[in-house]
């Protein structure tokens, strides 16, 4: 039985919920805005991370340079469009 | 009665009941013909069911060359109700249609197709795959760009076609004032065309990282190689953008959302901004290819190995990242502030650079080469000051203060004709000519092909070049017509003169495809332009198999070293060879995808049921199915191979 | 078939590398297909017209639930393949129906979600925000019902098949999807909803 929970996948199970738990503060208790923003990026990207690498097993083959670089660029752009997009539409009127 | 009435054509004329009856004389004599000549089996074995990058890609040319003529008669129309002022051979509603349909059709159902017509045929070869990576999905590929393609030209006859241009902003393309199907076609035959071109770049981007003839590095693939590579890069992740953007078009004109309307919050611009976050990266998407291209013709022709080989590949890879982040100097004037307009436009000047650094590297190739002017080089090097005009006309547009004054003007118009004509018109015809012995088995005409040459790069010239001036002038695109007193009509007339010439040019290039399939010699050996990678060190034709041993490489030019150097390309023994299956199913899925679009586009929900049912069942009779394809025995791959190196 | 066995069974097969390679690619795509609604949303959020806002309609309760639920389905799908790497089919099934099963609460409880929306007056058609908002969540919420079919699927092989390179294969790519629609979910929690309610 106790070889079917791995330590590793448990403890980031453990780790993803108090994550949650971290993020779900900024509701919780009266912050600045930039500070919450701050937490939840934090806290959301971490995550993310967690999961690629504890339980999507991103690094575990030769490919695994490229599965990362596919991944980070797609986030990087991902990343430029949603900032781009305001920058463009809301904040560039201020 | 009332059922049917929603298919009729809201702004009909003669032209367009013509047409009708064209297309219906032709779909009646192709269904007669394949029955008379017995080959509806033939067709369903070999074309329909196939999923050889090959064929596929031959198929994808087919359907390029007939868009482009599509395409190309709109362009005619334009050019001929805009040649005189104040003309009436259109009028307003069908001149939008027009310009609408034209840069449609030339940019996503043309210029797409060829450029992946050309990877799907050459990539494989050469990097020395038999086949690409999920050779099923590519036969998805092909068919939903093909459904998609189909659906798009149907709006001529059944509906009416969109009118309000290839962009469709909102909130012009909204219900309010595009009450006609026509935009719905436009949402619609775009997603599912964009869906194929999705999963191919996928497909290439698989195929290139993992199926390179051993010995082949990174760096030692063939420059087109790379230029796929970084192109399918730059579909993937700018086609889901189009993706969103059509899905929320869509629902705004069926289910009543509030993304770009006018009231309730929605912003029009918002489509603009995603529109062109897809269609900027587009832009590289049809010119890289076209890069990689030239990179092959040139240095096959000069005789010389590419110069700078580690700066081409850079800036394609800088290239890539820099076309997501330039998308807003589209639209300098919405309004926003100076501050956003100047990053816009140091990114867009930067872009400017990697790709200066292509065009010198071209230049060094050629310096002290012993060039053969060919019919592909000389499309190259019409390319060079044509595109650089192209280009830096493209620096002025980029800066944000002067856009004011170019923007939605003739100079634009003129600006992005003369950077895709040269750098991707050009580019295809350079690499049809370049790979149709490789395809066909005979080589095209090469006088009759320098005619076409000259018509088609002096009409260019002739045709866009006074739109700059007239666009500074202040003709505005898009506009119908014009007074006289503008004094636009010289200058609308020697584009038309333009226009002709570079129709005369088509007509030529299908003369010699005519005559070279009725005259050219069979006997031209699997090498026929002296040239340097991979696709040109097997048979011609390409047995299904593209290569009975799998060759060995060390460098950017195996078999150029092959050639002259004494590199052994072929090392192994003959075995067995495995290969996939054919399949009906890709075909099937894409005729029911054609199916839901055109009841999404009428609102028939109950096609959409049935069609999304039947689409559901392929891919769960796909996940069930067993297929572990098939093996081409050692005996028949010894007697194909001593066949055609007897027919040499 | 050329088979390499010393990598796990869903690597074993040289189509199944390309499967899985392909896989991650799709889902580099996948990132910017919610990126791209992440922009629109962030563009649109404040723009509810005469609608309802975000910090009006959301509920923290049932988003918290999800959340659980989901990740903890993410977390099941993982064992899911580690009981495959041990060859132990009959856990690989349990875990694999476990993960199925969260994932029809997921969504059980996403569609009270919307409904209490919808009565909220926030409806698809009511505001920019409210198409935005409705829109990025069941764009996802129809990833996890489309997995939940394919899951079906996978599972059906798994029982009838047992594990061969080709259902380790399919198994491995689902967890994959699986994971990555976690990774959205905490994407949509952080910013759609605490941010909304911050």
């Known amino acids: ?94 | 009665m009332e059922f049917f009435e929603r298919f009729a054509i809201p702004h009909p004329s003669p032209i367009i009941y013509a047409s009708m009856v064209a297309i219906g004389i032709t779909l009646l004599a192709i269904i007669a013909g394949l029955t008379f000549f017995k080959k509806w089996g033939y067709l369903w074995r070999e074309w329909l069911t196939t999923v050889d990058h090959k064929r596929i890609g031959i198929m994808y040319l087919i359907s390029a060359l007939l868009m482009l003529f599509r395409g190309g008669v709109d362009a005619l129309m334009m050019r001929a109700q805009l040649a005189t002022p104040e003309a009436q051979l259109l009028d307003s509603q069908h001149y939008n249609e027009i310009f609408t349909t034209h840069g449609v059709v030339m940019i996503i159902f043309m210029a797409m197709a060829f450029i992946i017509a050309l990877m799907n045929f050459v990539v494989p070869l050469q990097i020395g795959a038999r086949d690409v990576a999920f050779p099923r999905l590519n036969a998805l590929s092909f068919w939903l760009y093909f459904m998609g393609a189909m659906l798009f030209n149907l709006s001529f006859v059944i509906g009416g076609s969109p009118s309000s241009g290839w962009t469709s902003y909102f909130p012009l393309a909204g219900n309010e004032f595009s009450p006609s199907v026509g935009t719905n076609y436009y949402m619609i035959a775009i997603q599912i065309a964009g869906i194929g071109t999705l999963i191919t770049g996928i497909n290439f981007i698989v195929t290139i990282l993992k199926m390179r003839a051993p010995g082949m590095k990174l760096m030692k693939m063939p420059m087109f190689t790379w230029s796929a590579l970084i192109t399918n890069l730059i579909i993937t992740f700018a086609f889901p953008v189009l993706t969103v953007a059509l899905a929320m078009g869509t629902m705004d004109r069926l289910f009543g959302t509030q993304f770009f309307t006018t009231g309730n919050g929605g912003m029009d611009m918002l489509w603009a901004n995603l529109f062109w976050v897809w269609g900027h990266p587009e832009v590289y998407i049809l010119v890289l290819p076209a890069f990689g291209i030239y990179s092959e013709i040139i240095s096959t022709f000069a005789k010389r190995n590419l110069y700078g080989y580690k700066s081409m590949v850079a800036s394609m890879v800088i290239i890539s990242l820099l076309s997501f982040v330039v998308w807003v100097h589209h639209f300098f004037t919405m309004g926003q502030g100076a501050m956003v307009n100047s990053i816009f436009s140091i990114t867009t000047m930067a872009i400017a650079v990697p790709t200066g650094i292509k065009i010198f590297n071209w230049l060094f190739t050629l310096y002290k080469g012993s060039i053969r002017f060919t019919v592909p080089m000389m499309y190259s090097l019409g390319f060079l000051p044509i595109f650089t005009i192209g280009g830096v006309t493209g620096v002025m547009l980029g800066m944000s203060a002067a856009d004011y004054q170019y923007h939605n003007t003739m100079f634009l118009v003129a600006h992005f004709h003369l950077v895709i004509i040269p750098g991707v018109v050009f580019a295809m015809l350079a690499g049809l000519t370049y790979w149709w012995p490789k395809m066909f088995g005979f080589m095209l005409n090469e006088r009759i092909g320098k005619w076409a040459f000259w018509f088609i790069s002096v009409g260019t010239c002739v045709a866009f070049f006074p739109m700059f001036i007239s666009g500074l002038d202040g003709q505005a695109r898009r506009m119908y017509t014009y007074s006289e007193s503008t004094g636009f009509g010289f200058w609308n007339m020697l584009s038309f003169v333009g226009a002709v010439a570079l129709a005369i040019g088509f007509i030529i290039i299908v003369y010699n495809i005519y005559y070279s399939t009725r005259y050219a010699s069979r006997d031209i050996g699997s090498d026929p332009w002296d040239a340097r990678s991979l696709e040109w060190a097997t048979h011609t034709p390409v047995p299904e198999y593209n290569f009975a041993t799998i060759p060995e490489v060390d460098s950017s030019e195996a078999f150029w070293d092959s050639k002259y150097n004494g590199h052994k390309l072929f090392k192994g023994k003959l075995k067995e060879i495995h290969m996939p299956n054919n399949s009906g199913v890709p075909f099937i899925m894409s005729a029911l995808f054609f199916v839901l679009g055109f009841s999404f586009i009428f609102s028939i929900w109950i096609g959409v049921i049935v069609s999304l049912l039947g689409i559901c069942a392929c891919l769960m009779h796909r996940s069930f199915e067993k297929d572990h394809g098939r093996h081409i025995s050692l005996e028949e791959v010894e007697k194909t191979e001593s066949e055609l190196r007897g027919g040499k | 078939m050329k088979l390499d066995h010393s990598q796990p069974l869903e690597y074993s097969s040289e189509q199944g590398r390309l499967n899985i390679l392909g896989f991650w690619i799709f889902i580099g795509a996948e990132v910017m297909l919610f990126g791209t609604l992440f922009a629109s949303y962030f563009t649109l959020e404040g723009r509810h017209g005469s609608g309802p806002s975000g910090a009006e309609i959301f509920e923290i309760a049932p988003v918290l639930f999800e959340t659980i639920l989901l990740l903890t389905s993410s977390f099941t799908v993982g064992l899911a393949i580690h009981a495959m790497r041990l060859n132990n089919k009959k856990a690989m099934m349990t875990f694999f129906i476990i993960t199925l099963v969260l994932g029809l609460a997921f969504l059980s409880v996403e569609i009270y979600e919307f409904t209490h929306y919808i009565h909220e007056g926030a409806g698809l058609t009511v505001s920019a925000f409210s198409s935005a908002l409705l829109t990025t969540l069941g764009t996802h919420g129809l990833h996890v019902t489309l997995g939940l079919f394919w899951g079906i699927f996978i599972l059906i092989q798994v029982a009838k098949r047992g594990f061969t390179p080709e259902t380790a294969n399919k198994s491995f790519i689902f967890s994959l999807y699986w994971h990555f629609l976690d990774v959205v979910w905490i994407f949509i929690f952080s910013f759609i909803y605490l941010k909304g309610m911050m």
């Open chain 1, 1 to 94: 039985m106790k070889e079917l929970f791995p330590l590793k996948q448990v403890m980031g199970f453990v780790f993803s919920l108090v994550l949650t738990a971290v993020a779900l503060s900024v509701v919780m208790f009266d912050m600045s805005f930039a500070m919450g923003m701050t937490i939840l990026l934090i806290t959301a990207f971490v995550q993310a991370m967690l999961q690629l690498m504890v339980f999507m097993h991103a690094r575990e083959t030769e490919d695994s340079g490229l599965i990362l670089a596919n991944v980070y660029y797609g986030v990087f752009i991902a990343v430029v469009t949603v900032f781009g997009s305001l920058l463009a539409l809301i904040w560039g009127y201020m």
